[in-house]
């Protein structure tokens, strides 16, 4: 049997809307070639839609209730966030990686979510650190020296990178901020092939990160159901450019690679973003309400800032990145102080009324609602609410002066778009193509990959082989 060169590539916030429309119209050649001769469709993304939930999911087989991992605290004892920021070492459940290398396959991962501290394995790790900034960034730690790079060079994306502080003046500006994402799309790019020169792999996970920071910042002008849909051709023309650097990038990287197998996919989809959920002000609505939940529920945010040890030897952002990194990904929590004790409910009707009015909470004016679902201790083990937000709406710590569902700002918040469920998946493998549609779910991945390796899905994953 001919070697199996397996190359995964992770394309965050690719959505099949966007990247189809650009492949009819001829911008994505390579991207068009492995739909063409492969199979593809949706990819469902577990709650809440953010990159280590999915993450997890993506290494694990396994959903949220099963990983515990729902956003990026980690969820401690007696259910409540512990202080510390998710990383590889919170999976409890072995990754893809380790299956992969107990299976005798050499394989390297580039930037792969939730890779940080790398992990020993049979092959080599450059782990993202979107919440770090470590010099041990890669397995096996002289792997950096070894390829001729330090930190700086090498140093995985960042959120918000190249987005100005204030927002976007003029087209400059936007320029300026495309520039850097092409740059970091072609890094990576150098970085995959010089990791496939060390030696012969099986396979190789490649995470393509600016795909998520362009769009964040720019969806209102390529998405003309956006809201505030600005009609601009040359901006237009910047954004094609980055996705057309983006397949020229996968094209070179499979090439140079000489994968007989490709599995392309994106941990969440994109869409418009419409409202900010202000936490602040719904907590203080609340409070108002039941005066049983006055001092009783809090954001988690400010008990994390108390409780994290910044001067950890795995070296945690400097506090005001982490803080602008927490602040704008961890408000899906919301924590039962004394509502809870030892995951044992003390109050159940205040409980009720808080879910309810969660569940029934709608945006007047665009007359939608504003939460699909509410996840609480049964489902994901945790004494706080976890908040699954509707399609379009996002949350921030926000305060009581500003209103409950605030307005987005395009070009100067980093907010224009925002992450939705589906994502997408394309498998094409060489000589034996299967071609057809499909919807799936991230969980089907980790048994798709081991099957392709020729190796048994673990008992406990949830999802089904895609071949
Ligand atoms: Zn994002």
């Not at 990819?43 to 729902?70: M, V």
């Not at 790398?118 to 002289?142: C, L, M, Q, R, W």
């Not at 009324?353 to 029934?360: F, H, R």
Request: glycine share 8%; proline share 6%.
């Amino acid at each position: 049997m001919a070697h199996a060169k397996l190359a995964v590539i992770n394309l965050n916030g690719g959505s099949l809307e966007l990247i189809g429309r650009l492949i009819s119209e001829g911008r994505m050649p390579a991207l068009k070639k492995l739909i063409e001769g492969g199979s593809y469709g949706l990819l469902e993304s577990p709650l809440p839609t953010l990159d280590y939930p999915s993450a997890a999911s993506f290494l694990t087989g396994r959903g949220p209730s099963r990983h515990k991992i729902f956003g990026f605290a980690e969820i401690g004892e007696y259910g409540l966030p512990n202080g510390r920021i998710v990383n590889r070492e919170s999976l409890k459940e072995k990754t893809l990686f380790q299956i992969l290398s107990d299976n005798k396959k050499k394989i390297a991962s580039l930037y792969m979510p939730l890779s940080f501290p790398p992990e020993p394995i049979n092959g080599y790790i450059v782990s993202e650190s979107p919440a770090h900034d470590s010099s041990e960034f890669t397995y096996p730690p002289k792997l950096a020296k070894e390829i001729n790079m330090e930190l700086n060079d090498i140093a995985p994306p960042k959120p918000q990178e190249g987005f100005p502080a204030d927002g976007f003046k003029d087209r400059v500006d936007i320029k300026k901020f495309i520039a850097v994402a092409i740059e970091r799309i072609n890094r990576t790019k150098e970085v995959a092939i010089r990791l496939t020169a060390i030696e012969e792999l099986d396979a190789i996970f490649i995470q393509f990160y600016a795909t998520d920071t362009v769009q964040h910042a720019l969806w209102h002008y390529i998405d003309n159901r956006h809201p505030h849909f600005t009609q601009d051709p040359e901006v237009v023309k910047m954004i094609y450019d980055f996705f057309m650097n983006l397949d020229r990038a996968i094209e070179e990287v499979l090439l140079r690679y000489g994968a007989s197998s490709t599995l392309i996919f994106s941990d969440h989809g994109y869409g418009p973003c419409l409202k900010i959920l202000n936490l602040e002000k719904l907590l203080e609505e609340f409070k108002t309400r039941d005066p049983y939940l006055r001092d009783r529920v809090d954001l988690p945010i400010a008990r994390l800032f108390k409780k994290i040890d910044f001067t950890s030897r795995r070296g945690i952002l400097p506090l005001s990145l982490y803080q602008r990194f927490i602040a704008a990904t961890c408000g899906v929590f919301i924590d039962f102080k004394t509502l809870y004790i030892n995951k044992r409910i003390i109050r159940e009707a205040s409980l009720k009324n808080l879910i309810q009015s969660l569940e029934t909470l709608r945006d007047g004016e665009l007359d939608k609602k504003v939460i699909d679902r509410i996840w609480h201790t049964e489902d994901s083990g945790a004494a706080t609410l976890i908040l699954d937000l509707a399609e379009g709406y996002t949350s921030r710590p926000g305060s009581s002066h500003q209103p409950l569902l605030m307005p987005i700002i395009p070009n100067r918040d980093f907010l224009s778009g925002t992450h939705k469920k589906d994502g997408f998946w394309v498998l094409h493998r060489g000589g034996n193509n299967e071609k057809r549609e499909l919807a799936a779910s991230i969980v089907d991945l980790a048994p798709t990959i081991l099957s392709i390796m020729g190796i048994r899905p673990l008992g406990g994953m949830e999802g089904r082989a895609l071949i």
